[in-house]
């Protein structure tokens, strides 16, 4: 295959950025992220600087892939996240952009490259249940429903990537959020600091500067692991019942 | 100077050292434990666990992570599940129990004292991660659901769905953060250690250098733990994710830490094979696979045929037909090596001839396809998304891969390393797998290491030693950041033509080749001359772009392949020494008749602990002698 | 209290839950004033006679039309406060954008259609209700005025506008609504959705054809 790639080059956080147009060879069987570094070979074969880019499993599950191909987050593949996208999904001669996922939570740091600390902080605001190592009960002291236990798997799948917020129209990080908030919330272990919780992060999900939901349901499209908008309406409940009830 | 190998492990009855070694035990002070700084390298299972449990305790903690996350570390894709000794489906099962599978399945080649430790731990682990809101799967009833793993004989192992080690890491993350939240931990992403520095012959801080602006930066403390997994990547194509890498622990190991059994990796039977020379990593589906589908390879060599088009007389379902009594279930090590055996007669199947069938034709016959797709749909949807085949119509194509490394830095019972105030734990140290590692067992180390035996064993140092006040200001920081930055230099200045990416490839290959599923001596000295070639090459015509300064991806990953240059030697001199087959290591020149593996406990039931000389120097050997008091060796046959 | 509602107020999830309450509160109004409409369908004199009984209420009117003018004030300062935090949210525009299929064109065109609606309000506002209080000659036939603005070719053209507007608000808002206040669930979140169509069309089909059944001859019509 033959394909013309348009890419985001930003030597850093500072710079403005522009666009690159390359040339690149690719084989049906590769991966995305494969073809990017034969890329990143002929480029540096050439002289020039590779393309920075965020990855590490390269098996869909540790969340360090950020772009956004064509207009999606992770590339048009439904529930695929860019490492796992393959070559086959494009046509001979296809035209392909390159973009950084973009909030101005999350700044670029060079080409694809972004800061996702921000999600950190939302973690830190409150994402934990507070038990100090040996201070655990057995495990069986405390059944939980099975429905309970999925759902809250369900939310807990999520990967930390930040799909949602970039394909956002407003870049918020509701879903993020409250699957964190929601997998807590479902489980008798996540109780005593529910209220706190979900007033703490969702306070610091305001103050890294996200966008609010408008209910477009596009970071559940975009999502490579399936994360309910339920989570949302959830977080939303948790936060009423904590800003509501005595 | 040579270090005499003690291990530490305390006397007294097995069940009950771990017990009474933690009353022994020096206690720091509450109020005291603020004084002290200790550094974690790594944020996976060990690193998290540990940096969380010793902030909550008072310890200063500063932690450490190459991601732009301590979320994201490789941990994280540990799918099958965690270990147990709970006994909860009553099926036998006990304290005593895992520590015998685990001696076992470690081939006879690990410390009795620190398995059965592991195996004592490993129940409260279950508590602190239910504790944690780690949304494991239940049963109806609402209580913990089991299921058997890897040919256990009980079912012992705890699962989140296919996402164990996501969740575990998650778990273990959430209270990494909360104690950044309130100040115990400072948190340091994007940072990768550049070496370790010892005064008086104490470790006492770490070199790092930030990703993001290229600055190398000091760090003294009064322990340094390293949680910085293992070096399955020296092979190139692996599972392990692209940033793993043995440069933290090789550092160390250069500064006066043995390196112990590097030769136990193993290789996963189960994964994608190889499909272009483009690949970058290997995927590795569940082993759970083998229980309903069936391992064959055309009778004839070189058969093109389409799976479907070979009738079953002409079809060779090897295992079956070698171990009839386990058959497609045979364990990981064996597996593998019968895989690799049939491709080499030239009977792979697919385009490289490198891969055999799992074929569950039979399986979808007798259960039907909706019972198939109930067990494994997610697997069979991610092999077709990787491979554009329909596993449920063509015979999946399967190939072994290198999966986890036993070996690792050598450590003591206290987890400490022969650098005193250095500690090493999870996949790093060498500790409790022995030359094979169970299914299920490794997120079982990992976190037994991080929450529950440093933050008690943390205490010999602290507590045990007197140790002076060191600064960043001390020479010997300048020294080894000194260091640093002239290996980085010395890497930019080369200017050759060759990518750290393409060398990297072909040492891999080298690795593969003569250092994998199956050795022998005079492959391994054909690897020992190729590796120090391409080590030369590689500091002749490695070619960098950009400098030191901001991101340099390039140049990251060109300072890990330096050291598995390195490291890559040690491993195959380790193979070389360790004369007998045993787990993941198999000698050609040591089987029985039948090509099953020999192990040789007259005279290799030790651990090989190498102490570093300098480059291009033979490292020198230390043993430390393995007596089993409680388990008697036996062959394992699964005829 | 008064710290409490500040505190909400500035949260996003507070803000909008603002404007998920005062959106169904103004859907509310849409529904009670749409049934008042219908009675100029019957004659002038029902229309008139509707109308004359909301000003007896006197006082009571006034209190009602503050209100729902501080409803719609209420909703329209939350909406530009939520946009105006969602831009700043991205400050560089992807060059190339796609959607999943998740967006609606109800739910990307809410802050046109929104604002599309305020300008029609201020209009609608100085149409009828303007002309009434400031005693406007013709303004004593209520019906009269409404009956000839809405039919004149002007008057069709932005009322049935608006009526189609308000459906597309609606398509995203009702149901949009449900989901901010946190009420979602397998069970009834379908109906919720159903009930929003029903409501975006039926609104939207009521006001637009009211003008449109004046001018084929509804209500007596001269």
């Known amino acids: 295959m033959q394909i013309t790639l348009e890419i985001w080059r930003q030597k850093g956080p500072t710079d403005s950025g522009h666009f690159e147009t390359y040339q690149a060879k690719a084989e049906p069987d590769m991966s995305f992220l494969e073809m990017l570094d034969v890329l990143n070979e002929v480029l540096l074969a050439q002289g020039k600087e590779p393309v ?61 490259v972004v800061d996702r600390s921000a999600f950190d902080r939302i973690m830190a605001a409150g994402g934990y249940v507070s038990v100090n190592t040996g201070a655990a009960p057995e495990a069986h002291s405390v059944p939980v429903p099975k429905e309970n236990a999925e759902q809250a798997m369900d939310a807990a799948a999520c990967i930390g990537c930040g799909a949602c917020v970039a394909a956002c129209p407003n870049a918020a990080a509701m879903l993020f959020t409250s699957a964190k908030i929601s997998q807590l919330s479902l489980l008798p272990q996540g109780q005593p600091e529910r209220k706190a919780r979900a007033l703490a992060m969702v306070s610091q999900m305001d103050k890294e500067g996200f966008g609010a939901c408008t209910n477009h349901y596009e970071c559940m499209g975009a999502c490579p692991k399936g994360i309910s908008v339920d989570n949302i309406a959830r977080m939303n409940r948790e936060y009423l019942r904590s800003e509501l009830l005595p | 100077m040579t270090h005499t190998l003690d291990s530490k492990v305390p006397s007294g009855d097995l069940s009950s050292k771990w017990t009474q070694y933690k009353f022994d035990l020096k206690l720091v002070n509450p109020a005291n434990r603020r004084k002290f700084t200790v550094l974690v390298v790594g944020t996976g299972l060990a690193g998290a666990s540990a940096a969380a449990s010793l902030a909550e305790m008072g310890y200063k903690v500063k932690s450490f992570c190459i991601h732009d996350s301590p979320r994201r570390a490789h941990s994280i894709a540990a799918q099958g599940g965690i270990n147990a000794a709970k006994n909860y489906k009553n099926d036998g099962d006990s304290v005593y129990r895992l520590f015998y599978d685990t001696i076992k399945g470690g081939d006879y080649r690990s410390r009795e004292a620190n398995v059965y430790r592991l195996a004592e731990v490993s129940t409260a682990i279950i508590d602190q991660c239910v504790a944690q809101g780690v949304p494991f799967a239940r049963e109806y009833g609402g209580l913990l659901a089991n299921r058997s793993f890897g040919g256990a004989q009980v079912s012992r192992t705890f699962y989140a769905r296919g996402q164990t080690g996501q969740q575990l890491l998650l778990g273990a993350y959430s209270a990494l953060m909360r104690q950044v939240h309130s100040g115990g931990v ?38 340094v733990l390293l949680c910085t997994g293992g070096y399955g990547n020296v092979f190139f194509l692996s599972t392990n994710a692209k940033a793993s890498n043995v440069t933290a622990a090789w550092r160390a190991h250069k500064r006066g830490a043995y390196m112990a059994n590097p030769c136990f990796t193993q290789i996963h039977p189960t994964c994608i094979p190889v499909s272009g020379s483009h690949q970058s990593k290997l995927t590795l589906m569940s082993e759970s696979l083998r229980n309903d589908g069936r391992v064959w390879v055309p009778k004839k060599a070189g058969d093109a045929r389409r799976p479907g088009d070979i009738p079953e007389s002409e079809r060779d379902y090897y295992l079956e037909r070698k171990y009839p009594s386990f058959g497609n279930l045979v364990p990981r090590d064996v597996a593998s090596r019968n895989a690799k055996m049939v491709c080499d007669e030239g009977r792979g199947v697919g385009s490289s001839g490198m891969a055999v069938y799992l ?18 749909g997610n697997l069979f949807q991610m092999y077709e998304r990787i491979t554009a085949e329909d596993p449920y119509k063509v015979p999946m194509r399967i ?203 007259e005279d290799f039931s030790y ?17 430390e002698q393995l007596d089993f008091e409680n388990v008697k060796p036996s062959t394992r046959s699964y005829k | 209290m008064l710290n409490w509602l500040a505190r909400v107020l500035q949260s996003t999830l507070g803000r909008k839950t603002g404007m998920a309450i005062s959106g169904l509160l103004l859907v509310g109004f849409a529904i009670t004033h749409l049934l008042g409409n219908l009675t100029l369908l019957k004659s002038h004199e029902a229309f008139n006679a509707y109308a004359q009984k909301l000003e007896d209420l006197g006082p009571l009117l006034t209190l009602a039309e503050v209100g729902l003018l501080a409803l719609f004030l209420f909703h329209i300062v939350l909406a530009l406060l939520v946009t105006m935090r969602s831009k700043s949210a991205r400050d560089v525009a992807y060059r190339v954008s ?119 001859g509804a209500g007596g019509a001269k």
């Not at chain 1, 070559?87 to 950084?100: A, K, L, V």
């Not at chain 2, 990768?192 to 801080?205: H, P, S, T, Y």
């Open chain 1, 52 to 112: 920075a880019f965020d990855h590490d499993c390269r098996e869909g599950i540790c969340g360090s892939c950020s772009m956004v191909i064509n207009g999606f987050a992770h590339g048009p593949e439904a529930l695929t996240t860019t490492c796992q996208l393959h070559m086959r999904s494009f046509q001979d001669g296809d035209r392909i952009t390159i973009e950084p996922f973009r909030a101005k939570a999350m700044p670029v740091q060079k080409d694809l």
């Open chain 2, 186 to 223: 400072e948190m340091y992403t994007r940072r990768e250690m550049m070496d370790l520095v010892v005064v008086d012959g104490i470790a006492r801080g770490i070199i790092t250098r930030n990703l993001i602006t290229g600055q190398l930066e000091r760090h003294a403390a009064d322990a």
């Open chain 2, 359 to 376: 074929d569950f034709a039979d399986a979808i016959a007798r259960d039907g396809r909706d019972a198939i797709e109930a067990r494994y």
């Open chain 2, 399 to 601: 190939f072994p891969a290198v999966h986890y490394t036993m070996g690792g830095l050598w450590v003591d019972y206290n987890l400490e390393s022969t650098i005193p105030g250095m500690f090493v734990l999870g996949e790093a140290n060498f500790s409790d797998h022995g030359a094979n590692r169970l299914g299920a067992s490794a997120l079982m180390q990992g976190l037994a290491d991080g929450y529950w035996v440093i933050p008690a064993t943390i205490a010999s140092h602290l507590a045990g030693r007197k140790l002076a006040p060191v600064g960043t200001d001390h020479p010997a920081f300048a020294q080894v950041e000194a260091d640093s930055k002239a290996r980085i230099d010395r890497m930019l200045a080369v200017g050759g033509s060759r990518s750290a990416f393409e060398m990297h490839r072909e040492l891999g290959l080298i690795c593969w080749e003569y250092c994998g599923m199956s050795r022998n001596a005079a492959g391994l000295n054909t690897a020992l001359g190729k590796i120090r070639d391409l080590r030369g090459e590689f500091w002749n015509d490695l070619k960098l772009p950009g400098d030191g300064s901001g991101i340099n991806q390039s140049l990251e990953h060109a300072g890990r392949v330096a050291d598995f240059m390195e490291f890559a030697e040690l491993m195959v001199t380790d193979a070389l020494d360790r004369e007998e087959s045993c787990g993941g290591h198999f000698r050609e020149e040591h089987q029985t008749p039948e090509n099953e593996a020999k192990r040789n406990d």
């Open chain 2, 607 to 623: 651990v090989a602990a190498w102490e570093f000389q300098g480059v291009d120097k033979p490292e020198i050997l230390h043993k």
């Open chain 3, 98 to 216: 796609a959607s999943t299929g998740q967006k609606t064109i109800g739910s990307s065109t809410m802050r046109v259609s929104g604002l599309l609606l305020l300008v029609f309000l201020i209009i609608h506002i100085l149409d009828f209700r303007f002309k009434k209080l400031m005693g406007y000659e013709g303004s004593e036939d209520l019906a009269k005025l409404v009956h000839d603005r809405i039919t004149s070719p002007v008057g069709l053209g932005i009322y049935v506008t608006a009526a189609l507007l308000l459906g597309f608000h609606l398509s995203h808002g009702f149901k949009s609504a449900f989901q901010t206040l946190g009420l979602r669930h397998p069970k009834f979140t379908g109906t919720i959705q159903c009930l929003g169509w029903v409501l975006a069309i039926g609104l939207a089909l009521g006001f637009a054809l009211i003008p449109v059944a004046l001018l084929l």
